[in-house]
């Protein structure tokens, strides 16, 4: 408060502050008017911080990245709000499930899509916290309410990590209006064939319906039953056996692996 004064600058200022009171200081900060009322000398406050909480949401071209390369020493001046979401989801640790957040989402559409999806991420990603949601028939819907739980989508971390699942047989222009509402275009996968069925791994298929993996393209789903082989299998059961014969070095279809696995797995980072 010494009026010698006009900048001050402050190393750390969230060290011994609990969260709460780190916000009451960023807002006293940012708030001239009650900044004056004790040191209305001051032109201007610079804070070196770590906290996410000292960032400026409502001017973000008051905050700056520093960053050191060898002895070169950058600072670049935030200028949108993604490059802000980014700034503070690299403060957070660049971890949505330090948040106690998933790492991504997948909507599918079919009863039997969310279980087998879920086992082929415990499988391949343990440890990693992803949602799998069931639309029950209404995907546009499931996604809109994701969004806006989400917030922004535009802007929001999660919308790299958020996937959508269909079948080949889905409501004309589903994909486009996804897009359109949000959802980046390679993450809306659309099946050659109308099941997940299809994308199932072919040798455990093959093992269920007693028959070589060159066998599987007489694969027949009608309704809610499936048939190979002379054998007849309902949508549920068939399921349940593929994940429970399913393990982590179980060869999945390529199409699976290409239009799913891979993404994700890029998103995740793993």
Known sequence: ????????????PELG???????ELSRFFSDKEKRDQFMPHLKGIFVATHSHIFLDRLNIGNNFTVTKTDKNVEIRQ?????????????????SLEALFLPSAFVICEGKTD???????????HPGRR????????DVKRMFRTLSQSLGDIYKSPFRSR????????HTQGTRQDLIDMGAIPDNVIVWDKNGIEYVYPPEVV????????????SLAITDDE???????????????????????????SDELKQRLLGPLAAALGS
Do not use: Y
């Open 1 to 12: 408060m010494d009026e010698q004064f006009d900048v001050m600058l402050i190393d750390e």
């Open 17 to 23: 502050l609990s969260p709460r009171v780190q916000g």
């Open 78 to 94: 935030v200028e949108s709000m993604t490059q802000l979401h980014d700034l503070q989801f690299n403060m957070l640790g660049n």
């Open 114 to 124: 969310k279980p087998f999806i879920e086992r082929l991420i415990q499988l391949r």
């Open 130 to 137: 992803v949602l799998v949601l069931e639309s029950q028939g």
């Open 162 to 169: 958020t996937f959508i699942v269909l079948d080949s047989v």
């Open 206 to 217: 093959a093992q269920v319906f007693n028959c070589g993996t060159s066998h599987l393209s």
């Open 226 to 252: 499936v048939s190979l082989n002379g054998i007849t299998r309902r949508k549920t059961a068939l399921c349940a056996e593929v994940i429970a014969i399913m393990t982590m070095e179980t060869e999945q």
